[in-house]
T-cell receptor, first 114, second 114 residues
């Protein structure tokens, strides 16, 4: 089944403790992206990657890192999480070309930083 | 840059009644338009998309949307809603030559009651 898989689905952590949220897709998509969803703010893009070893900042990149060493994986790293990063996070992917195809989304990761 | 405005944050409606969720966009160039649905505790799922051609687009679950270039709108409609349509709905826009970027509206919460 074609899908984007995120792990974990739920995570509670403490301020300052480094964490990684994994994202993997099995559709051979070139483009991958991370979003955060907050009430009243909709979805805001954190980082995106147009291919292996090519990443760029989205609208809200502060406090986050990403890497794209393999085509299928695009982990999101929070080196020193803070409470304002408590949010619902989504990974998405899309085939090469343009946004013509829309995105395929993962099921989300609900992160709470205390 | 293009942007999306979803005019209603919440839309309550009775079961079997018609519904319209409004979306306006701003862009000086050609766009692709999308509607996504997010059921509780799930990721986003593509409902329908407008790329070109016929301005009336039909999607899954009986939804349709009409692209109106003069009014820069892409409203989502369903003639008769079900309880199971209760969800968050997101409108998104992409400039056709922008590569990959999708800009999302802040979402409309559709609540269907008996």
């Amino acid at each position: 089944e074609a899908q984007v898989t995120q792990n974990p689905r739920y995570l509670i952590t403490v301020t300052g403790k480094k964490l990684t949220v994994t994202c993997s897709q099995n559709m051979n998509h070139e483009y991958m992206s991370w979003y955060r969803q907050d009430p009243g703010l909709g979805l805001r893009q954190i980082y995106y990657s147009m291919n292996v070893e090519v990443t760029d900042k989205g609208d809200v990149p502060e406090g986050y890192k990403v890497s794209r060493k393999e085509k299928r994986n695009f982990p999101l790293i929070l080196e020193s999480p803070s409470p304002n990063q408590t949010s619902l996070y989504f990974c998405a992917s899309s085939p090469v070309g343009t946004s013509y195809y829309g995105y395929t989304f993962g099921s989300g990761t609900r992160l709470t930083v205390v | 840059a293009q942007s999306v405005t979803q005019l209603d944050s919440q839309v309550p409606v009775f079961e079997e009644a018609p519904v319209e969720l409004r979306c306006n966009y701003s862009s000086s160039v050609s766009v692709y338009l999308f509607w996504y649905v997010q059921y509780p505790n799930q990721g986003l799922q593509l409902l329908l998309k407008y790329l070109s051609g016929s301005t009336l687009v039909k999607g899954i679950n009986g939804f349709e949307a009409e692209f109106n270039k003069s009014q820069t709108s892409f409203h989502l409609r369903k003639p008769s809603v079900h309880i199971s349509d209760t969800a968050e709905y997101f409108c998104a826009v992409s400039v056709t030559n922008s590569g990959y970027a999708l800009n999302f509206g802040k979402g409309t919460s559709l609540l269907v009651t008996p």
